[in-house]
């Protein structure tokens, strides 16, 4: 069955950076769009960021835009979410997505879904 795990979660410093990996298994990884979301208590999930199947399309999310990267490896399988500058807005649990349809994965809906990695920021 197909599997997302994502990898790189922790504690960082405002200001300062992290980056984040998600290992998919269980799909012809090169044909799906992957995407990153992430969600706080109470609020729904948000995009974070889109690439599509070659990388070359990617979709930012206004809070994220100059910040975070999100790039692949279709080699290995693996997408990975670069961030930078986080700031105290940008504690919560990401999570790693995977859809046939780029457009629909900009999304929240009926992707794929791994169980997600947290990130938290202190000030």
């Known amino acids: 069955q197909v599997q997302l795990v994502e990898s790189g979660g922790g504690l960082v410093h405002a200001g300062g950076s992290l980056r984040l990996s998600c290992a998919a298994s269980?799909?012809?990884?090169?044909?799906?769009?992957m995407g990153w979301f992430r969600q706080v208590p109470g609020k729904e999930r948000e995009s974070v960021a889109t690439?599509?199947?070659?990388?070359?399309?990617?979709y930012y999310g206004d809070s994220v835009k100059g910040r975070f990267t999100i790039s692949r490896d279709n080699d290995k399988r693996t997408v990975y979410l670069q961030m930078s500058s986080l700031e105290p807005e940008d504690p919560a649990i990401y999570y790693c997505?995977?859809?046939?349809?780029?457009?629909?994965?900009?999304?929240?809906?009926?992707?794929?879904w791994g169980k997600g990695t947290l990130v938290t920021v202190s000030s």
């Open positions: 997505a995977a859809s046939l349809d780029y457009r629909k994965l900009i999304k929240n809906g009926n992707h794929y």
């Open positions: 269980g799909l012809t990884f090169r044909n799906f769009a």
């Open positions: 690439i599509n199947w070659s990388g070359s399309t990617t």
